[in-house]
């Protein structure tokens, strides 16, 4: 090799040197430039690299392959290199030559080995980091994770602040509905495509980053507010265009705007402000979309207040049973009762409205839910002993239980140990409000009916509760919430009067036993047993009854019917 010559060859292995230490500020276009003058000094017509995330990917050919440099098609190979990385990928790099090119010197060969080697290094280190990036930055599916989040707000903390900056946090509505309608693959077309076009409103200077199942978390500009908002109250979303279907996709929503001046301190911050007004919202039935304010932060504390408050008052025996009969229409009789929750606290009787709620944003409610399946099974056990009558009681149980690995074997220890005949209890289950959380619903029933206790589905039509939860559950009982009714002045052939005989029809041809609750008038008992829906709960009866005087109800367990 001639000194000039060797004087270009390290200036190339020094440019090569440099691109190794410093790979985040080495162009692609300066690394094809390095190559082309690799080519121009050492006479090389094409050059191939090749980049594995493991050897087994390499066996089957499922790597990147790229054509860095290709001058001439008729080439031939002179160099071929494969390094083995410590996380066993494999780069590789082929070198061409013209088939009438003479073979190189074995000095340059030795050269353009060592130039191919640090090339690879630096392949290996560029295309590793691409990898790390995917792994780390990214969830399974392909969207931007927590950690993409927590990494932009603090690029854009470091560049110039997050003042002007909003973040927010929103959850798809009815998303398992959707997915049980379409399908889940079709179902994950149309969230993607939804997404994507949150993302190109939000603008190239945004994240929207995916927290879990329909959950999702995302930064924007304020001007960009308005546009956001829009499309999270509903828009129609393609998921097959071959077909040209779609869905209307919408989501409640939780933001905080940033102010002026703020000083940010972790991502953790943000994301307690943003997701507890995304609760918020949720529960909020006149809008979909909240902002962050600084009430909300008393409001967070009172919660948590509360929460410990109501662990003691379990521990004080604050929380009664009250029993409201379930009565046959036919006969007045008493069939059985629903365990309902009071809170005696300080001399005043607080209603299951005014802290079911709060209880159902932490896993509190499940520890309630035991306490009254422990004291419903005291007093059956009572009521055996003492030779009075036994009827079958249903309790509630939240949706917040499906995520119990060991939850039947929970609701059996409870009952077990009070030696309850099982067929006294009954298990009442809302539709959950995943695809996860229906198909633990589904074990759980089953395994509660292998057990001999009856399973009952709470709240049928009170809010969207698809044909699903019955086509696909073998429920013991449906539970029809009042909404469904008609109303006294319907007609027989009125939508809501059809809707509701039909539904008792179809529980009945499936084998389900039907009651309606929240009976009220004797024009609703008519309605009833003209649907030949003979089985009712309500205030036209009896409210939720103490148990001192639900025992004596029951020793006279007959009412008459209006």
Not at 102 to 128: G, W
Not at 236 to 247: L, Q, W
Not at 430 to 448: H, I, R, W, Y
């Amino acid at each position: 090799m001639d000194k000039k010559r060797e004087e270009i060859y390290y200036r190339l292995l020094e440019k090569m040197t440099d691109s190794m230490t410093d790979p985040e500020n080495f162009a692609h276009d300066q690394y094809i430039g390095v190559l082309s003058e690799i080519a121009d000094l050492f006479r090389i017509s094409k050059i191939v690299t090749e980049f594995y995330k493991t050897v087994s990917q390499e066996k089957i050919g499922d790597g990147e392959i790229v054509v860095d440099l290709d001058k001439e098609k008729d080439s031939k190979v002179i160099l071929r290199k494969r390094f083995v990385t410590k996380t066993m990928a494999v780069v590789k790099a082929t070198l061409y030559a013209a088939k009438d090119e003479a073979p190189l010197p074995e000095d340059e060969l030795a050269s353009l080995d060592i130039l191919t080697r640090a090339m690879l290094s630096f392949i290996s280190r560029n295309r590793l980091q691409n990898a790390v990036e995917q792994l780390g930055f990214y969830d399974e599916s392909g969207y931007p994770n927590l950690r993409s989040f927590k990494r932009f707000l603090e690029k854009a903390n470091e560049n110039g602040g997050l003042y002007g900056y909003t973040a927010g946090c929103f959850n798809l509505k009815n998303f398992t509905l959707i997915n049980q309608e379409i399908g889940r693959e079709k179902a994950d077309v149309a969230m993607k495509n939804y997404i994507s076009l949150i993302s190109s409103l939000a603008g190239y200077d945004s994240v929207v980053c995916r927290m879990g199942s329909d959950n999702f978390v995302l930064v924007f500009r304020n001007e960009r507010t308005k546009k956001i908002i829009d499309a999270l109250s509903g828009m129609p979303v393609s998921y097959d265009k071959k077909k040209d279907k779609r869905v209307l996709l919408s989501a409640n929503a939780g933001f905080f705007r940033i102010p002026e001046g703020y000083v940010y301190k972790n991502h953790n911050v943000i994301m307690e402000k943003i997701v507890s007004t995304a609760m918020m919202a949720r529960q909020n039935e006149k809008t979909l979309t909240l902002f962050y304010e600084e009430d909300f932060s008393d409001i967070t504390a009172r919660n948590v207040q509360f929460l410990d408050k109501m662990s003691n008052a379990i521990d004080k025996g604050e929380f009664r049973v009250f029993y409201q009969p379930k009565i046959d229409i036919r006969t007045g009789n008493i069939i059985g009762a629903e365990a309902l929750c009071r809170w005696f606290c300080d001399g005043k009787v607080i209603m299951p409205e005014e802290f079911i709620p709060q209880l159902e944003q932490s896993l509190e409610i499940c520890r309630l839910d035991y306490y009254m399946l422990d004291m419903v099974c005291r007093d059956i056990r009572r009521w055996l002993v003492e030779g009075r009558k036994a009827i079958k009681i249903s309790v509630n149980l939240s949706r917040k239980h499906l995520v119990d690995a060991d939850l039947i074997d929970h609701i059996m220890e409870i009952i077990d140990k009070h030696e309850v005949p099982h067929r006294y209890i009954e298990i009442e289950m809302m539709e959950p409000s995943t695809d996860f959380g229906f198909n633990n619903l589904k074990k759980l029933v089953a395994s509660l009916q292998e057990e001999g206790v009856y399973t009952a589905v709470d709240d049928f039509g009170k809010g969207y509760s698809s044909l699903n939860l019955i086509r696909e559950i073998p429920w013991n009982v449906l539970k029809i919430d009042r909404s469904f009714l008609p109303l006294d002045t319907d007609k027989k052939n009125s939508t809501r009067s059809l809707i509701y005989s039909n539904v008792v029809a179809m529980a009945r041809d499936l084998g389900i036993e039907c009651i309606t609750v929240g009976i009220e008038t004797a024009k609703q008992i008519e309605t009833l047993r003209n649907c030949r829906c003979y089985f009712a709960q309500g205030f036209v009866f009896d409210e939720p009854l103490p148990v001192s005087k639900f025992e004596k109800k029951l020793e006279n367990p007959h009412y008459k019917i209006p």
